[in-house]
T-cell receptor
Framework: EAGVTQFPSHSVIEKGQTVTLRCDPI?????LYWYRRVMGKEIKFLLH????????ESGMPNNRFLAERTGGTYSTLKVQPAELEDSGVYFC????????????FGPGTRLTVT | GDSVTQMEGPVTLSEEAFLTINCTYT??????LFWYVQYPGEGLQLLLK?????DKGSNKGFEATYRKETTSFHLEKGSVQVSDSAVYFC?????????????FGAGTRLAVHP
């Protein structure tokens, strides 16, 4: 069974540009989470989907970030316009609804804003 | 709010040395506790977990015991190997409204030398 996949693995963009990150969860996992680790600090929660619905987006830093999960399968996280402080590693995780306690993580997307 | 504090790294050890990485937490209710590991170039992997007080999680020679009285979940291994070199993250999860999000510590980098 395939794990959580993320694309791209690394993105380098200039300040003011737009970037879209993609996450494909494990098949059958209704819960999908986005997290971010900035500059060696703690990994911070961004938001949580159950199927296509946003359950909790309390961690989204500002309105430059837009997450979608159309159809309840893969998810995208768009940053527009990107700022220098958005640089970091963005992780996606998924879990089953009934055993939602254990989350499976993707390899992350390293975003560098110059 | 809920939080996790873990010892700062890097931790540098010789092969076969004893490892302890301290982790303490602050949480309301009864969280589940986790250790995740990120090997170089890879994503986060669940190393072990404990879901209630006095539970001991173990995997690959690593152990951690959920201590409610000291709000701790220290990671230990009796004899580390070079292949254990990685970044270790302590995390907690509180089930709220039927779902959960993970709250992480800042991570501790472990370097094991031959």
């Amino acid at each position: 069974e395939a794990g959580v996949t993320q694309f791209p693995s690394h993105s380098v963009i200039e300040k003011g540009q737009t970037v879209t990150l993609r996450c494909d969860p494990i098949s059958g996992h209704d819960n999908l989470y986005w997290y971010r680790r900035v500059m060696g600090k703690e990994i911070k929660f961004l938001l949580h989907f159950v199927k296509e619905s946003k359950q909790d987006e309390s961690g989204m830093p500002n309105n430059r970030f837009l997450a979608e999960r159309t159809g309840g399968t893969y998810s995208t996280l768009k940053v527009q316009p990107a700022e220098l402080e958005d640089s970091g590693v963005y992780f996606c995780a998924s879990s089953q609804v009934l055993t939602g306690n254990e989350q499976y993580f993707g390899p992350g997307t390293r975003l560098t804003v110059t | 709010g809920d939080s996790v504090t873990q010892m700062e790294g890097p931790v540098t050890l010789s092969e076969e040395a004893f490892l302890t990485i301290n982790c303490t937490y602050t949480a309301t209710g009864y969280p589940s506790l986790f250790w995740y590991v990120q090997y170089p170039g890879e994503g986060l992997q669940l190393l072990l977990k404990a879901t209630k007080a006095d539970d001991k999680g173990s995997n690959k020679g690593f152990e951690a015991t959920y201590r409610k009285e000291t709000t701790s979940f220290h990671l230990e291994k009796g004899s580390v190997q070079v292949s254990d070199s990685a970044v270790y993250f302590c995390a907690l999860s509180s089930l709220r409204g039927g779902y959960n999000k993970l709250i992480f510590g800042a991570g501790t980098r472990l370097a094991v030398h031959p």
